[in-house]
């Protein structure tokens, strides 16, 4: 039997904010039938991969994405039938080069995404091997540690807070599976301690709590607190990954940033690198993401300059899952990890490149999510066949955001004794 391509089609669902995506079917000759979903982001860098929406206000707003699915029927799927899915690079290739463009523009990268993630699955399914073994081998068994994101703000929530996530790291847990149950269980005490105090309860886009807070700091401080409640160590059991997101913080020129939510107000690199030094010395900071925004190339080294040897600090935004960028990243000095989206670039090979880029750096790569997801489980299983020993996939609410954590509780129990869980 043969694992050919059959069939290819698509189809506009919709993400966990109600907006279209895509989602893609695909049937092999050997009969294997299987189906993915892309997601989607809000605080995107600019230099993502295209995602294609319609325009058309008439529909969802200007979101449709029927153009992307169109795309997917009606070109990649002839193009692409009778290819063999398990060569993915020779798919992903075929895939870039229908498309033609730099950004993927012109087939959009959320119709490429779907039927490359398409293609490792349907491969997968059809060796019958688990996505993670087929991507990852007989040596993809560490289990990564949950970077919980259980209180938003920024651009994910309507609140008085800017920094978009506040991530509880159980990195002293000896399995994946009490560190999700380290997690959860702060995430209740959370919620409970907010309740105390008369605070909003209602979670934000990735299902943390988004209340109104008087500043950033109370909610490291409450976060804290929550952890000690719950019965663990900060910094010893749980530590606290950050996600300033703070391109969303830019006003007009470069080396400016307006701390809008909490009305904290303007500030320049500088001082945005003063108070991250202060905080680190305050608190148990274990990684940053996105400290200042993607133009701010020369603020990024010297952030990471003065905190580099002391936390992780990831780019999103200014790498975008681009070799080009995290390349440039590397000669620069310009962080020490790397953000991973697979929709941020657009294709299963691509994003392994990445990650190996990495590595090959001794740069730490770090898996995520995006704000508007589907319960397409892949990205846990690419975590795990990537081995990056970390990832975020939002809070434990969201049916979207458990499915992923789910999923690795699956893999950690079919690994049994194999299964290897540390930080670094
Ligand atoms: P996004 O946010 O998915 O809305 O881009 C996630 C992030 O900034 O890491
Ligand atoms: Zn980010």
Redesign the pocket.
């Known amino acids: 039997m043969s694992s050919n391509i059959k069939s290819i089609k698509g189809l506009e669902i919709l993400d966990s904010r109600g907006n279209p995506t895509v989602r893609v079917f695909m049937e092999l000759e050997d009969g294997t039938k299987i189906k993915s979903s892309v ?7 600019e230099y993502e991969a295209c995602e294609l929406r319609d325009g058309d206000k008439s529909r969802y707003g200007g979101k449709g994405v029927l153009r992307a699915v169109e795309n997917v029927n009606k070109v990649i799927a002839p193009a692409l039938k009778g290819m063999d899915a398990t060569k993915q690079l020779e798919i992903d290739e075929r895939l870039i080069e229908l498309d033609g463009t730099e950004n993927k523009e012109k087939l959009g990268a959320n119709a490429i995404l779907g039927v490359s993630m398409a293609a490792t699955k349907a491969a997968a399914v059809s060796h019958n091997l688990e996505i993670y073994e087929y991507l990852g081998g007989v040596e993809a068994c560490r289990i990564p540690v949950p970077c919980m994101n259980i209180l938003n703000g920024g ?2 929530a309507d609140n008085s807070v800017d920094i ?2 506040f991530m509880a790291v159980p990195y002293g847990a000896p399995t994946f599976k009490e560190g999700l149950r380290y997690v959860a269980e702060t995430f209740h005490t959370l919620k409970k301690l907010l309740k105390d105090r008369g605070l909003a309860t209602s979670v934000g ?2 299902g943390g709590f988004a209340p109104n807070l008087k500043s950033n700091e109370e909610a490291i401080e409450i976060i804290i607190e929550a952890i000690e409640k719950s019965g663990y160590k900060p910094g010893i059991d749980i530590s606290i990954a950050l ?1 300033n ?1 703070a391109t969303s913080f830019v006003i007009g020129k470069k080396g400016k940033y307006d701390l809008k939510w909490s009305g904290l107000g303007e500030k320049t690199t500088d001082e945005m690198i003063e108070m991250a030094k202060e905080w680190v010395k305050k608190y148990p900071i274990i990684l940053w ?2 400290p200042l925004a993607e133009e701010d190339w020369d603020g990024f080294a010297k952030f990471t300059k003065e905190l580099g040897g002391k936390i992780e600090v990831v780019g ?2 200014i790498f975008v899952t681009n070799t080009k960028f995290i390349k440039k990243g590397i000669k620069e000095k310009t962080a020490n990890a790397s ?1 991973i ?1 697979l929709n941020q670039i657009g294709t299963v090979s691509e994003t392994v490149d990445a990650v190996k880029l990495c590595y090959e750096n001794n740069w730490r790569a770090f898996v ?5 997801e589907t319960c397409d489980t892949f990205l846990a299983d690419f975590t795990v066949a990537m081995g990056t020993g970390h990832l ?1 996939t939002g809070s434990a609410s969201r049916s979207e955001r458990l499915a992923k954590y789910n999923r690795l509780l699956e893999i950690e129990d079919k690994l049994g004794d194999k299964a290897k869980y540390y930080w670094k």
């Open positions: 997601p989607s982001g809000a605080s995107t860098g651009e994910h978009q996530e886009d990735e996600d997101a993401e996105d999103d935004d953000l989206k995520s999510h995006r704000s508007g975020k």
